[in-house]
């Protein structure tokens, strides 16, 4: 059962910001909202994580609105190197699986 | 620091065969995740273990089965093989007392001919 549903590819030039919005509506109160990034062939790598509010890393942006039913990832300035498959989870604190989805699938035009 | 490291890379096996495939944690990390990953999806969760037994278990038949070490490290095995098994095999560790933030290792390309 998909806990969380998010758009299927999107493509942005280099240079812009891309949002790229997750819905978690049946969020659970002790579940966290985690983004992965992955290449082909390669393993997700961890990007970010956030429970409520804005969290800020030195690769992107999580914003979560109050009521936490969604989420966004934001990436800034994405470069060729930023096109990859993007999966957002909402594993509970002390949950031992990932599930994921999809994901999407970010494609940066030169 | 070395992160999570997976052997070997590549593998070719032919139906009915089995396979171990083997992973090391990232440092001070405890628990080992295995997930299968078939082109065009996401991982899918295999099991998880935490000293030295198996923790969780996804929907996956008694074929594959797994082993962890006194070092943390891990084998996951896979007997009579199929060609539906064919997939990139991800080990995931993390340190349980934590968030279960989980870092992936590069996984291992698993192809039954």
């Known amino acids: 059962l998909a806990k969380t549903t998010q758009p299927i590819s999107m493509d942005s030039y280099e240079g812009q910001e891309v949002n790229i919005t997750c819905s978690h509506n049946n969020i659970a109160t002790n579940d966290y909202i985690t983004w992965y990034q992955q290449f082909p062939s390669q393993g997700p790598r961890f990007i970010i994580q956030g429970y409520k509010t804005k969290v800020t890393n030195e690769v992107a942006s999580l914003f979560i609105p109050a009521d936490r039913k969604s989420s966004t990832l934001s990436l800034p300035r994405v470069s060729l190197s930023d096109t990859a498959v993007y999966y957002c989870?909402?594993?509970?604190?002390?949950?031992?699986?990932?599930?994921f989805g999809k994901g999407t699938k970010l494609s940066v035009i030169p | 620091d070395a992160g999570v490291t997976q052997s070997p890379t590549h593998l070719i096996k032919t139906r009915g065969q089995q396979v171990t495939l083997r992973c090391s944690p990232k440092s001070g990390h405890d628990t080992v995740s295995w997930y299968q990953q078939a082109l065009g999806q996401g991982p899918q969760f295999i099991f998880q273990y935490y000293e030295e037994e198996e923790r969780q278990r996804g929907n996956f038949p008694d074929r594959f089965s797994g082993h962890q070490y006194p070092n943390y490290s891990s084998e996951l095995n896979v007997n009579a093989l199929l060609l539906g098994d064919s997939a990139l095999y991800l080990c995931?560790?993390?340190?349980?007392?934590?968030?279960?933030?989980?870092?992936f290792g590069p996984g291992t390309r698993l192809l039954v001919l």
């Open positions: 989870l909402t594993p509970g604190a002390g949950s031992y699986q990932l599930t």
């Open positions: 995931a560790s993390s340190f349980w007392q934590g968030k279960e933030t989980q870092y």
